[in-house]
């Protein structure tokens, strides 16, 4: 959560407030109208003030000490990890999934369809998290707790994961079939402004982020 301070001044006369924002999302922040009234009470208007604000809100950073759920361990039990980070001169089809920054528009142009540079060099494993976008109310006071809790889960787990030098994927469906790759705590701000960013939708359904994760794991 988090709070701003506002303040709006009508002739000479200021008024400042604090607001409390408790999940993320952008708001607008200011005074919807104001009422005056005559000292008998016999005539009424309304002003609408045009000091409107707009603030976002990005979920909370949890730091986990210690997931008892998840051991590590057992699910990545290498000691030294390799990534697979050279550029070759072949290319291949290209995935939602991957970079567009090794996408190779000369190939892509000669054969009309986007195609992107291999990588080469040994493979590094990673945790891979399904991270649920489907919007199952429509009440905001219902869907809004709920959705904060998933985000925030997954940025705390993801935030763990690479604290033990270990690099993890948040994969979800946002508009299409997207992954979020967290390959170290240099990298995670970047990470962070992308998962700040994921739009829960009732048409993301569980069963088409399985199908498509199953293709890419």
Not at 22 to 32: A, F, H, P, V
Not at 100 to 114: M, V, Y
Not at 148 to 177: C, H, M, R, T, W
């Amino acid at each position: 959560e988090a709070s701003f301070k506002h303040s709006i001044t009508l002739k000479n006369i200021t008024k400042e407030t604090t607001i409390l924002c408790k999940y993320r999302g952008t708001y607008s922040i200011g005074i919807k109208n104001i009422e005056m009234t005559d000292f008998f009470g016999l005539f009424t208007f309304k002003y609408a003030p045009h000091e409107i604000v707009k603030v976002s809100v990005a979920p909370a950073i949890h730091h986990l000490s210690n997931v008892k759920t998840l051991d590590i361990n057992t699910i990545y039990p290498r000691e030294t990890y390799t990534e697979k980070t050279i550029l070759d001169v072949t290319v291949r089809d290209y995935e939602h999934y991957d970079d567009i920054r090794n996408i190779n528009w000369k190939a892509s142009a000669k054969t009309n369809q986007l195609k992107t540079k291999k990588l080469i060099g040994e493979e590094k494993n990673c945790i891979n998290i399904l991270m649920d976008t489907m919007r199952l109310e429509k009440a905001e006071e219902v869907y809004l707790p709920l959705e904060n809790k998933i985000l925030e889960l997954a940025i705390a787990l993801s935030l763990y994961i690479a604290g033990k030098n270990i690099p993890s994927n948040v994969i979800y469906i946002s508009n299409d079939f997207m992954v979020s790759t967290l390959n170290s705590l240099s990298s995670f701000n970047d990470f962070y402004k992308e998962l700040s960013s994921v739009e829960f939708r009732q048409y993301n359904s569980f069963e088409n982020l399985t199908l498509n994760s199953s293709a890419y794991i």
